[in-house]
């Protein structure tokens, strides 16, 4: 057994040495999901990842999901929120996090982009209510395009929420199933300079910080 724990450990720690620091501030996520939009968007084979995004009523982009495993695994990272306005404007972020937690034999570590395009009022409805837990509301539709999922606009025409990863490690794929996503209150107030919810940021548009513009600009070239 210490000779199982022993090997599994170096090969692990290359992985984690690897991995990118965690953000140290909320401009510090807004402007990695920035990048993380120019890079999954600009440099994906799917033209029909930006063919959704343009019908989206929001997206959520998470620049690194970070998913460890040894024998205890789990997956967690920072995400920001943009919906869309009735002029078809893009609002500021709303902040978010998610995680999840497992248990098993495994071995294995993984730095993930996600994107979540949000395609229906009830999906939306879902992440600014409260806590989300993928796969728990069986009246929601989560679907994955990509990633060896033809991304045929058939795939998503009923989906209320679409999702896309860009992987790197041991795991072949990230599965949201089970992770859970909820609003991260304190950073948005530390962003904003004042207590600000999530409906009040994407919906109301009330709130504002010149920082995250470059990500609106991003959304309006490739969502329009």
């Not at 997206?59 to 495993?69: D, E, L, M, T, Y």
């Not at 248990?103 to 570590?109: A, E, M, P, R, Y």
């Not at 929601?140 to 992987?167: H, P, Q, R, W």
Request: proline share 3%.
């Amino acid at each position: 057994m210490k000779r199982l724990l022993l090997a599994a450990t170096l090969l692990v720690a290359p992985f984690f040495a690897s991995l990118p620091a965690k953000a140290d501030s909320p401009q510090h996520l807004v402007d990695s999901a920035t990048l993380s939009l120019e890079d999954m968007m600009g440099n994906s084979s799917d033209s029909s990842a930006e063919q959704f995004l343009r019908k989206a009523r929001a997206v959520v982009i998470c620049p690194s999901i970070f998913r460890g495993a040894f024998f205890f695994g789990g997956e967690g990272g920072g995400c920001v929120m943009v919906a869309r306005g009735a002029g078809g404007s893009w609002s500021y972020p709303a902040f978010y996090t998610l995680g999840s937690a497992s248990f098993g034999l495994q071995i294995g570590v993984q730095n993930a982009e996600v994107l979540m395009l949000i395609m229906t009022t009830n999906g939306l409805n879902a992440l600014l209510n409260s806590q989300f837990k993928f796969g728990a509301d069986a009246g929601l539709t989560v679907a994955t395009l990509g990633a060896g999922v033809n991304g045929s606009m058939s795939t998503g025409t009923s989906a209320d929420i679409l999702t896309l990863s860009k992987t790197q490690g041991l795991y072949g794929g990230v599965s949201l199933a089970g992770s859970i996503i909820g609003y991260d209150s304190g950073t948005a107030q530390s962003y904003y300079g004042s207590a600000v919810g999530a409906r009040a940021a994407v919906i109301d548009m009330t709130a504002s910080n010149p920082g995250a513009n470059p990500l609106r600009a991003m959304l309006s070239k490739y969502g329009g």
